[in-house]
């Protein structure tokens, strides 16, 4: 199997395999409680999975889940199951890559046979290829590595040591061989820590397949989807345990904004009383939602440090634009963030990372505008200079008069040190208050460090240096009183 075949199947097989739903599955008004898997390669994060589950009234599981690759690439899905997960009942899914857009959707019979299906390239209905399904077949997802969470439930009771299967499975509209062999009890390195799993070996193939697609499925000890690991490349779940996060509500939410919806995954507070202030985190352009750095999730380091301390968070995708652009993505994300039952929507902070800091302040002018309470302005290891085409992100800061901290490491080697000095200054002759701080040892991505140099990032430990997340929240506290 060649290196990253589990991802490259993703846009490669799901060209000739993949059936889609409408939108309607995906609403923006139906969060579904979401979990987080980072794709990582030895060279670093090329993005990230989502995966959601629910049960309905008659018993059915619905999975699904979304995806964004390189910045660009995009996936949802969904997969209603039959109550014992044996039987694959309605499967959804949508890509978009490049020029490149494949819709449908396929309903299975109980009876067997060809499914119903709908299937649409590029905005136009075609045939789609089709096998007969028998009505009792496992699923076989072979667009998203979070796609082999039915089969993981499926998994988890039986014996990881001595388990094995031989039969059929489905996508929704191909039959494929799969085959599973337990691999017993161990351990995986992940993110600085050891997670203790149970593993199995699998395999799917069909005709259209040049080559099997092999991955071995991870569990945590109590038979919980960890995620999937193939030849240069991992997909595990945030966290070194099913219990682990501060948040009770990690839900995948979509955001209106000009030209289509932008996702996000929002957080709230676990075991503690709302309504909480909130906090919308905006990555700087070509990173993922977790301004990830290799393994390093800041943005989910920060939401889980802030989620202990009363604050909820709203973490959303980037996309190409120009500053404005952005900034009324930002304003949009607020209105959803303010929406949300447990959050007190006059008490909310805009932060961005590295560029996307340029966008903030005309952000936080259109949300005031629309009523919302964005009382302060957060820049981690930002540029606070002109951009490139001429716009300057201080008249917008000036314009929003609003409190704002600065966190720049001073071995940050990708944005200049030496304007953050530069910028106090400036925001005490503009009257704006807060502080600008300058950790010593933290590099750009506010990691305690020696050097600072983009080499020295695999070997520091995934998480923000000692003092950042409680600085962070005083500010947030003091701007939104």
Known sequence: MQRYAAVRSLFVALVALV???????????????????????????????????????DGNVVYGGSAVLNGTDKLRWSAEMSPDLTRLLVATMYVHRGEMEIQGHSTLKPEGGEPELVFYYNGNKVPAPVEKLPAKVLYAPMGAPTGFAPLSDLLSNVDAA????????????????????????????????????????????NKQMAEPQAVVLHQYEDGTFFGVASEGITCFALGGSPSDSAVSDNAEVLIDVAGGALAGV?????????????VIMVPA???????????????????????????ATLRID???????????????ACRVLADHPDVDGSKLVVLGHGSAGACLGEAAVLAVADSLGVG???????????????YDPRVWYKQAGLPMIVLHGALDREVSVDEAPDFKAWMMSNGIRGPVVMPKTMNHYLQTAVTGETDEYPTLAAECGSGVAKKLNGFIRSATR
Do not use: C
């Not at 820049?379 to 001429?390: C, F």
């Open 162 to 205: 001595t388990y094995s299967y031989d039969g059929k499975a489905s996508d929704g509209m191909n039959l494929f061989d799969i085959t599973v062999r337990g691999k017993g009890v161990g351990e995986v390195e992940v993110r600085g820590k050891t997670v203790p799993v149970r593993s199995f070996d699998v395999t799917v193939q």
């Open 318 to 332: 980037p996309r190409a634009g120009t500053p404005s652009d952005l900034a009324a993505d930002v304003a949009a």
């Open 19 to 57: 059936s889609l739903t409408g939108a309607a599955v995906f609403a923006a008004d139906a969060p579904r409680d979401s979990v987080l898997f980072p794709a990582q390669t030895p060279e670093g994060s090329i993005g990230r999975f989502s995966l959601w589950q629910e049960t309905k009234d």
């Open 266 to 278: 929002l957080a709230v507070p676990k075991d503690q009383v709302g309504p909480f202030p909130g």
């Open 376 to 390: 302060g302005i957060a820049l981690l290891g930002a540029s606070t200079l002109p951009t490139a085409d001429g």
């Open 285 to 311: 352009a070509g990173q993922d939602r977790e301004a990830s750095n290799g393994s390093f999730a800041l943005f989910s380091h920060l939401a889980d440090e802030l989620s202990t301390m009363g604050v």
